[in-house]
Structure formats: structure tokens, C-alpha cells
């Protein structure tokens, strides 16, 4: 496990290439505080773009359209001119699930979004009640809003109503994230130390509160099986839940600062955590081993020094759908794409004062959000998965690590489907 010296090195890394911009509005009484993109999320089919602009605003966009647009008009888009190219949907009439501009008054900050889908990919997990408040179709995509007031919105991403407010939560909702089964349960993380969970086939029920966390809980992932689910916050420590009996299941230790943002891998044999010790570690979390090390600080700072104030803060981490990938924004304003088996970054790009990060449905393009509320993107690096790798993802969608070591094969293969080689 390697870090590399970023002065040296990242003069020979290509650039990546630039997709477009999204510009939030500004004026000159404008407050500097608030302003913050803290998060933006794609719909899960692919649909929809969400992000937070600022000053309790959520813009929804169709995501194709706004691809087409920056092929049409150049990279460089304020959303003000954005949205009088995008068809906005009436509060009327229109195609129910066809997708159109919303701009959403929120009511406060925004500090997280998620978007839910009612397709299922598997058999839900949920428990069946008779009757319900709201009839969620199989088509139904829902946005899930978190607020500085501890307050978590649901809206239909289709219409832009709002559909349930749900108020458990005492601080900042720092994160949110949908069971990927189509239970529509969702997880909310919050600074008030507390994770809950809440099934919105029952109007939203809260049916467990998860407690473990010292202090501020940062943000959390579920396992693409649903399974598990992550959970980081303002301690070194990375905590795994087993969501069949809503306890932990134990406690990765190994960085030296907060842990900040978490995501799996598409297989779910992997785990990717950022944290302000200026590394992200990818983590086996079957078995709680660190099996890469993505430092951006060479030489890797001290343990003391990293867990101090630094200026290669890890901001926001995620996982590519091809699984080869590693997307990692920091404060010393670069963007970095990494392969889990490489030791220095693929591509990197510029970025000022970057909040957050994730890859698109898709995976073809990654979009960071900023302090100032606006979006940027750019092309994820050309990888082609071999024949190799997508029989092992294949594998490890249904077989955990421990499965994989008792297989009657060959221990090089066994290595190469833990990612050990």
C-alpha cells in the first residue's frame, strides 16, 4: 500500500476530460455561508439529476437532456440558462413519469439527498401492511430531502410534491441513503450520533434507531444486496450494520482522522471510506482487512499529523459501476480516478473547493458539487472490464469472502476473487 507524491507525479497523470458546468446563480448580497452543494444524486434508472444549489434550493434536471445540452451549447451552463432549455412540468397536467425540470423550495439548508426507486431487484424486504396513506407504483421514484433542522422531506421526483415529512431527527440529517431492493427503506444519517431507519411503503414509519457512533455520523451506504449497511462519522472508527437484525456487525479500525464518506463496491465484496487523514482505504469489509491505500499526501503524514488539520482533507469517495474505479475529491483541489489495482491515480482533474462526488447511473461521467453550489463534470477514464473481472464480480455479488476461501480451487484464483492480487 503506497501513497505518491503528488507534485512529482501528477504532471505525467493525463487530465480528464471536461463535460460540462453547472453554475448556481449568484447575486452581490448573496451570503458566502449556505451556498454549499453538500450533495448531488442520479435516479437509479438514470432519469434525473439532483443536487443541492444552495439557500434550501434542490434542482432536479433530466439527465439526458442536460448531457444533450452541454453537447449542443459547450461545456459551460448557468442553471438559470439551463432551465429555460428543459421543459418543466406543470402542476397540472403532463406525463406523469416522464422526466421534467423541478427547482424545489426545501424550507432549509440541504445537507443530503437520495433517490428511491419502487422497482424491485430482488423480493422486498419490507413487512406487508394492508393499508397504506400513499399507493407507491412499480414505477414510482421518490427524493429523499435532508434538512439543518433534522427534518427529511420526500417528494415525487416526477411531479415535485411533497409527499411525507418525517421528524425524528433533533440535528443536521448529514446523509441518506435507499435500500437498493426496492423496499423503499431508508437510512438517515445524522449529527445528533443516531442513524434511523424508515420504510416509506408505511408512511414513512421509523423502525429502528441504530446508536454506536460517538459523535456526528457523516454519512452512510447500504450493500448492493441490502444487507449491510455503512456507517461513518467523527471517529476513526468504520461501523458495519447487519440490516436483517439492525445490530452491528463489528468495527473497522485503521484511519487516523474522521471518516467522512463511505460507498461498496457494485459486487459488494468491497468498501471504499474517505477520511481527513488524507487517505482513502478500500477495505475487504467480510473481513475487516484495508486492502488498498489511496493516499493523497506524500510521504504519508504521521499519525499525529493526520489527525490534525491538514490541506489534503478527503471530501467524498465513490465506487464506478465497472468496479474498476475510484472516484476521490480533496481539498488540495484536485479530483482523482483510481483502479483498484493501481497504486497512483488514472486521471486526475482540477477542482476549487469541492463538497462532494459521485459517479452517474451509468458510470460515464462523474459530477462533484462545490461550495458555491454549482455542479461540475467530467468523463470517467475509458476502462474495459475483462472477461476476468466481471466473472469475479459475477461471483461476489452472492458469495462472501469467507465462501470464496472454502471454494476447491486454486489459491491464486481464490486471491484474485478477494481483490488480493
Known sequence: MASFPPSVNEKLIARSRTVGELLAPTSPFDKKCGRENWTVAFAPDGSYLAWSQGHRIVKLVPWAQCLNNFLLHGTKNGTNAASTRLPRQSSEGGQKNKPCEHVIDCGDIVWSLAFGSSVPEKQSRCVNIEWHRFKFGQDQLLLATGLNNG???????????????????????????????????LVSASRDKTLRVWDLKDDGNMMKVLRGHPNWVYGCAFSPDSSILCSVGASKSVFLW???????????????????ACEFSPDGALLATASYDTRVYVWDPHIGVILREFGHLFPPPTPIFAGGANDRWVRSVSFSHGGLLVASLADDKMVRFWRIDEEYPVQVAPLNNGLCCTFSTDGSVLAAGTQDGSLYFWATPSQVSSLQH????????????????????????VEFLCYQI
Open 242 to 260: 447487519d440490516m436483517d437484525k439492525y445490530s452491528m456487525l463489528r468495527k473497522l479500525e485503521g484511519h487516523h482522522n474522521d471518516v467522512v
Open 390 to 413: 466481471l466473472c469475479r464480480m459475477a461471483i461476489r455479488r452472492v458469495m462472501p469472502t469467507s465462501q470464496v476461501k472454502n471454494l476447491p480451487i486454486p489459491g491464486k484464483v
Open 151 to 185: 427534518r427529511i422531506k420526500i417528494w415525487d421526483a416526477y411531479t415535485g410534491k411533497l409527499l411525507l415529512n418525517l421528524m425524528d431527527h433533533t440535528e443536521v440529517v448529514r446523509d441518506l441513503t435507499f435500500a437498493p431492493d426496492g423496499s423503499l427503506i
